[in-house]
């Protein structure tokens, strides 16, 4: 299995970005996908999680509920994290991550339910 997250860059805040986990081929109907961060200095944090029973169950950290959509596209193996109203807060290295136990929702917050990882994608707020 092997994810490439892509996709960010520097936006202002209240702006919008989406972000991109390109996966090999089959992962997203063998594993659910989910998006955590990391900010300088401070640990992984989750932020959402797509089932790939149905591609549509999923769960968000408080932090993003409301302003965040994860989805998933099958047919070109990739996912996608869509991030509005953006604030400086949001800034950090995205990831994306592959979890073969599907999007429970009494874990897919934990990291270390996740199989396998793709590099980090940095997405910057600041005016």
């Known amino acids: 299995v092997q994810l490439q997250a892509s996709g960010g860059g520097l936006v202002q805040p209240g702006g919008s970005l989406r972000v991109s986990c390109a996966a090999s081929r089959s992962t997203l109907d063998r594993y659910a996908i989910g998006w955590f961060r990391q900010a300088p200095g401070k640990e992984r944090e989750e932020i959402s999680c797509i089932s790939n029973a149905d591609y549509t169950t999923s769960y968000y950290s408080d932090s993003v509920k409301g302003r965040f959509t994860i989805s998933s596209d099958e047919a070109k193996n990739t996912a996608y994290l869509q991030m509005n109203s953006l604030k400086p807060e949001d800034a950090a290295v995205y990831f994306c991550?592959?979890?073969?136990?599907?999007?429970?929702?009494?874990?897919?917050?934990?990291?270390?339910?996740?199989?396998?990882w793709g590099q980090g994608t940095l997405v910057t707020v600041s005016s």
């Open positions: 991550g592959a979890d073969i136990w599907g999007c429970a929702r009494s874990s897919w917050f934990l990291e270390s339910e996740y199989d396998f």
